[in-house]
C-alpha cells in the first residue's frame, strides 16, 4: 500500500467541477484506507477554499489543508525570494486570499505573475506584459499548462502565451506549479511522507502530472479521462528510449483496486 496520494482535480475527480463518475465513492474507499492525501492543482481560477467548498457540494468530503494550489506554492517563493516587492498578477479567477502578505499592485509592478488564463488575458494585457519583460521586469508563472478539458471542449491555457512571450523577450519564465519539482516536494512534505518513491500522484495531464512526479521519484499514475489523448500515450511507448507512466487506469473509479495491488 503507498504511504501517500497526491491527486489532480480537474479532468481526474471532476469536469467543469462536476464529478466523474465513481469519482467519489473512489475517494470515500481510498479515505477508508488511511492513506494520507493532498490534492495538488494547477487550478487558478478558484481559492484553496473555494475549491473545497465547491467540491463538498459535489458530495466529497475535502478539507480546505487538503488543497495545494499553485497560487499557495507561488506565494512561498515570493515571499522567498522577491520579498516587499510590488507583484501584478495576471490571473482568471480570484486567488489573492491565498496569496496573503504578497504586496499586490494594478500596475508598474517590480515582479510579474502569470496565472490560469481566460478572457481576462487580452491583446492589450499582454502587450504591456511584453513591455515590462522588455523593461527588465522578472516574470513567474503559476504553471505552464497549455490546456485544461472542460465540459464543452479543451481550452488554451497560459503555457501557450508563455511560449511566445520567451521567444519574444529572449528571457525565461520559470513556473512554479506543476511540473516543477517545487511543487511535487512541498506537497510530498505536507503529506508527512519521508520518501517520495511511496508516494503516488494520479493525474491526467501525461507530462504536467505524471513524468513530471516520476521525475521527482514518485510513482506516476496516468486516467484515461480528462485531458488525456491516446496518440499521446502511444507516442511515448512509441520512443523507445522515453519515459512512460509507470500505471494508466481508465478513470479514477480504478484508482482504490490499483493501490491495493501496489
Not at 463518475?21 to 494520507?36: D, H, M, N, R
Amino acid at each position: 500500500m503507498a504511504e501517500g496520494l497526491l491527486l489532480d482535480i480537474d479532468g481526474v475527480i471532476v469536469t467543469s467541477w462536476e464529478p466523474l463518475p465513481g469519482a467519489v465513492e473512489a475517494l470515500e474507499a481510498i479515505a477508508e484506507s488511511g492513506i494520507p492525501r493532498m490534492f495538488l492543482t494547477n487550478t487558478t481560477s478558484k481559492s484553496r477554499s473555494q475549491i473545497a467548498q465547491t467540491l463538498t457540494r459535489g458530495g466529497f468530503k475535502v478539507a480546505d489543508s487538503e488543497i495545494l494550489t499553485a497560487a499557495v506554492l507561488t506565494a512561498e517563493y515570493l515571499r522567498s525570494h522577491h520579498p516587499g516587492k510590488r507583484v501584478m498578477v495576471l490571473n482568471e479567477g480570484p486567488v489573492t486570499e491565498d496569496m496573503a502578505g504578497i504586496n499586490i499592485v494594478e500596475d508598474d509592478p517590480q515582479v510579474l505573475v502569470f496565472g490560469g488564463a481566460g478572457p481576462s488575458f487580452t491583446h492589450d494585457l499582454l502587450s504591456k506584459a511584453l513591455a515590462w519583460m522588455i523593461d527588465g521586469v522578472p516574470a513567474i508563472s503559476m504553471h505552464r499548462s497549455m490546456s485544461w478539458s472542460t465540459a464543452s471542449g479543451p481550452k488554451i491555457d497560459t503555457g501557450i502565451y508563455l511560449e511566445g512571450l520567451q521567444k519574444a523577450t529572449g528571457k525565461k519564465i520559470p513556473a512554479i506549479g506543476k511540473p516543477s519539482p517545487l511543487g511535487f516536494r512541498h506537497a510530498v512534505e505536507m503529506l508527512g511522507v519521508g520518501d517520495p518513491a511511496e508516494v503516488v500522484m494520479v493525474g491526467d495531464d501525461i507530462h504536467g502530472d505524471v513524468l513530471g512526479a516520476q521525475k521527482a521519484a514518485m510513482v506516476g499514475v496516468l486516467v484515461r479521462t480528462g485531458k488525456f489523448r491516446p496518440e499521446q500515450l502511444d507516442a511515448l511507448h512509441a520512443d523507445e528510449f522515453g519515459q512512460v507512466p509507470d500505471h494508466v487506469i481508465d478513470s479514477i473509479a480504478d484508482l482504490p483496486a490499483l493501490l491495493k495491488k501496489l
